[in-house]
């Protein structure tokens, strides 16, 4: 009988430190496959992507009463500016994840009183304009999510040239 103890407790040992490796990894894996999907555009860029349809989904169950925007990126060169325009009238939404898929971030059109905002994503230690509003974040790399809410999806044509007023970029002048 005690033959098979040692086995056991090393597949124990073994099946625990799979699972450990497994949950610590999947979420990086995963917001490497969105930010390959969603940032057609490149890194640091905003990207406006078309409406969903069941032969186009670039992420798991988007919904396609919404148009996404999306900025992959990466703060080793230094901090990001994220500048969100909402159209009048629309529900919209700015989230913020982060390498692990931890959302660090979040603002919808409602909290920001209907008007433009910036928003600046650095690392601890890097410098950033002076009195502007900062998400710190312990990771280089993840991606901001502007959704926009459709009443219907012919309705993207007239407000898209206001929803590509948002936009993303490099920090390069602090002041």
Not at 91 to 100: G, M, V
Not at 141 to 168: F, N, T
């Amino acid at each position: 009988m005690r033959n098979w103890l040692g086995p056991l407790a090393f597949g124990l040992i073994v099946a625990a430190a799979t699972a450990y490796v497994a949950i610590w990894a999947i979420p990086y894996a995963l917001m490497n496959v969105a930010i390959e999907r969603l940032g057609q555009g490149g890194v640091n860029t905003m990207s406006y992507g078309n409406l969903a349809t069941p032969q186009r989904q670039p992420v798991v169950r988007p919904s396609p009463d919404l148009a996404y925007s999306s900025c992959p990126y990466d703060l080793s060169d230094g901090p990001i500016a994220i500048d969100v325009a909402p159209v009048p009238g629309r529900y919209s939404s700015l989230s913020i994840f982060d390498a692990a898929t931890d959302v660090i971030f979040v603002r919808n059109d409602v909290e920001a009183g209907g008007k433009p905002f910036r928003i600046i994503v650095a690392r601890a230690g890097q410098a950033v304009p002076k009195g502007a509003e900062v998400v710190r974040t312990n990771q280089d790399h993840g991606i901001a999510l502007i959704r926009l809410l459709l009443k219907e999806p012919a309705e993207i044509g007239g407000l898209d040239a206001i929803r590509r007023q948002s936009s993303c970029g490099t920090v390069t002048k602090l002041k």
